[in-house]
């Protein structure tokens, strides 16, 4: 990650300054049984000091540039949750917050899913995880258990790939 203060002019004509914070992109993958439930993480994120439900999602530690997408996102998945996928579908790219900041997230659908043991990194180790019925899934978005902007963002891709009428 770098953060930098880039001189700029606006289309108006003043200067200014403006923060950028650099990060690479990451994947998120939405992992859904047949019946429509959804699998989630959640963990202490220490930014907001909250522990929060999430869709498993992360970026290659250094060295891995380059790797693709759907290659991380299937680490992740297996990291987080144990779970593998027979199949992955790739639903979009997001910007969680490209008012300052360059990183993009990759979205993939996991489904056909077996269960295996996780791989947690040592920052994971806290990390719990559950399966929410789509009942369970909107009751915790309400209560404010979910508010990662990238899954929020991801279920609205989901939504669409099945044909959501918005």
Known sequence: MSVREDDIRRPDGSEGVYGVVDKPDYALVIPRDEDGALHLVEQYRYPVAGRYWEFPQGSWPAGHAGAPPLELARAELREETGLRAARMT???MVHVAYGYASQGC???LAEELTQGPPEREATEADMRQRRAAPAEWRD????????DAATLAAYTLLDLHRGGAG
């Open 90 to 92: 790739y639903l979009g």
């Open 106 to 108: 990759n979205v993939f």
């Open 140 to 147: 915790l978005v309400r209560s404010g258990r979910i508010t």
